[in-house]
């Protein structure tokens, strides 16, 4: 009786199946929370400072001497030295909130 090749069965050198596929995982982005509510209310209602984009949007922030005023400290809290970093671009068509702007401030970090 003659026997009947059958080649090794083994996956091929570049195959898929010989290689099991590893869990690849993206770095998340470090965000840093959201400015809470009553920051972002107190910009609209106590801001001093306007800057016009064009287009009827308006930038709005609180300058320092506003900061300093019973009223804004009283309505921001502990809150008061981020609301010093944050604006909002103001369409003013259609009176409503673009989007909140934050900045990094050095002195916050340290």
């Given at each position: 009786m003659a026997t009947r090749f059958q080649p090794r069965r083994r996956p091929d050198r570049f195959s898929p199946a010989r290689f099991s596929p590893r869990p690849v995982q993206a770095p998340q982005p470090i965000r840093p929370p959201l400015p809470p509510a009553a920051v972002i209310d107190a910009v609209l209602r106590f801001h001093d400072v306007e800057v016009d984009q064009g287009g009827q949007r308006t930038l709005l922030r609180l300058s320092e001497r506003a900061l300093r005023e019973p009223?804004?400290?009283?309505?921001?809290?502990?809150?008061?030295?981020?609301?010093a970093n944050i604006a909002i671009l103001w369409n003013e068509r259609e009176s409503e909130i673009i989007r909140v702007l934050e900045g990094n401030d050095a002195r916050i970090a340290a």
């Open positions: 009223q804004v400290a009283a309505a921001l809290g502990a809150d008061a030295r981020r609301a």
